[in-house]
């Protein structure tokens, strides 16, 4: 058996229902959106730890550390889209993107993994 508002019955007495008053089910009933790829995901992951790794690996110019910092918070940002897109969890998003953030900064040598440790702990008790 299956309710919607005052309807009851199955699923065939509920479609019986609707085209013997002459209506679509369909104009009345949204199908769930598709969720997005898992792999829509992974390349977003990917391009954050690969410029997250070049920016803390490569002895490279100035010029070129601040372009892969904005690289890397581009790539966090399309990370937390991705989690929204795909969970729909405001808290998951907002957390990914700001530990992909500190993290990036911790690369980019502005913050140190102590100060790192110390920013995680205030946000947690700010919880």
Same mark, same amino acid.
């Given at each position: 058996?299956?309710?919607?508002?005052?309807?009851?019955?199955?699923?065939?007495?509920?479609?019986?229902?609707?085209?013997?008053?002459?209506?679509?089910?369909?104009?009345?009933?949204?199908?769930?959106?598709?969720? #997005?790829?898992?792999?829509?995901?992974?390349?977003?992951?990917?391009?954050?730890?690969?410029?997250?790794?070049?920016?803390?690996?490569?002895?490279?110019?100035?010029?070129?550390?601040?372009?892969?910092?904005?690289?890397?918070?581009?790539?966090?940002?399309?990370?937390?889209?991705?989690?929204? #897109?795909?969970?729909?969890?405001?808290?998951?998003?907002?957390?990914?993107?700001? #530990?992909?953030?500190?993290?990036?900064?911790?690369?980019?040598?502005?913050?140190?993994?102590?100060?790192?440790?110390?920013?995680?702990?205030?946000?947690?008790?700010?919880?």
């Amino acid at each position: 058996m299956m309710k919607i508002g005052n309807v009851e019955g199955t699923p065939k007495q509920i479609k019986d229902f609707f085209e013997d008053h002459g209506l679509s089910a369909k104009d009345y009933f949204i199908p769930p959106p598709k969720r #997005m790829s898992r792999e829509w995901l992974l390349v977003a992951v990917g391009f954050y730890v690969l410029a997250m790794a070049l920016l803390a690996l490569l002895p490279v110019t100035e010029e070129w550390q601040r372009l892969l910092f904005l690289l890397g918070c581009a790539a966090a940002t399309w990370v937390a889209c991705a989690v929204q #897109m795909r969970f729909g969890n405001a808290f998951a998003t907002g957390a990914v993107l700001v #530990m992909g953030l500190l993290l990036m900064m911790v690369a980019y040598k502005v913050i140190t993994p102590r100060e790192f440790y110390g920013e995680v702990q205030q946000l947690r008790k700010a919880k």
